[in-house]
């Protein structure tokens, strides 16, 4: 196992192959911007990407609220990313927050999103790059940059319309409504509802579950599925073989069958 990053505005937990990264700014609402949680964010995932001691990301927030997104008073004010000519901010977007949006859409292993609050603006699109999304009854959703005058500048209408469809995507984009939890559930933006104090727990059984499976074969599966948003069926088809033929040689494999076959629990070994 490689040394886990040094966070700043984040804590980073490890539990079996379970990695929870839980953003500690509520004086801010963990806004993403004017905090290091951009970095905090990315180190994170380059730390996993190279360790496959880790299989499975939890992303939550401590305190009210999962992530306000952008710093509103920032904006207000020209600051940080949001500070300089159009050119300079245009720069700024592409070394800050869409750094977050690529890391999310490059990550190797499932990622579980514990909506504790609102996630509004950037936070909600975070939320939108992660394969499950758990809520309770605090959970707040919305895509509101409309009402500020911008676009999802992080890259937030990709998302999104591959989650909900194009149609009610664009519905939320251009409405900038907010979504209640039970709402969220029935679009299908959230898999599960659960209370409050099961949120964590109920993300930490699903990531343990996950984290069960054959390590390299569950990364391979991730890879595979986002291969397949971008991939002709053919192409996809010769990627599947060449993975498939990889796991049929792994060592892992061969414990799973040989357990399956003597009804035993394997112990998958990485490899």
């Known amino acids: 196992m490689s040394t886990a990053p040094t966070l700043t505005d984040a804590t980073l937990t490890l539990n079996q192959a379970v990695a929870t ?3 500690n700014r509520d004086d801010v609402r963990n806004a993403l911007t004017g905090t290091t949680l951009i970095d905090d964010i990315c180190n994170t995932v380059e730390w996993i990407n190279r360790d496959n001691s880790v299989s499975c990301l939890i992303i939550t927030g401590n305190g009210k609220a ?19 000519t159009p050119a300079e901010i245009a720069e700024n977007y592409r070394r800050g927050i869409q750094r977050i949006s690529l890391a999310m859409h490059s990550i190797e292993i499932p990622t579980i999103a514990a909506i504790n609050g609102a996630a509004i603006g950037a936070g909600f699109d975070l939320s939108c790059m992660c394969d499950i999304r758990l809520g309770s ?9 409309i009402n500020l005058g911008i676009i999802p500048g992080d890259g937030g209408a990709w998302f999104l319309q591959r989650l909900v469809g194009y149609q009610r995507a664009a519905e939320l984009t251009f409405s900038g409504r907010l979504i209640k939890a ?4 029935e679009l ?17 059984e699903l990531a343990a579950n996950f984290a069960s499976k054959p390590p390299q074969a569950l990364r ?14 053919a192409d996809f088809l010769d990627l599947c073989s060449s993975y498939q033929a ?8 061969q414990r799973a069958v040989n357990s399956f076959l003597d009804k035993t629990s394997p112990e998958f070994q990485g490899n």
């Open 21 to 23: 990264l839980s953003f």
């Open 246 to 253: 990889s796991c049929h040689h792994s060592g892992d494999h």
């Open 66 to 84: 999962f992530s306000s997104g952008g710093n509103v008073k920032e904006m207000r004010d020209g600051e940080g990313i949001f500070g300089g």
């Open 137 to 145: 009854e605090h959970t707040l959703l919305g895509e509101t940059f």
């Open 220 to 233: 391979m599966t991730k890879r595979l599925m986002k291969s397949a948003q971008r991939l002709e069926l």
């Open 188 to 204: 299908g933006i959230l898999l599960e509802l659960v209370s409050a104090d099961e949120l964590l727990p109920r993300a930490q």
């Open 182 to 185: 039970e709402e969220a559930k």
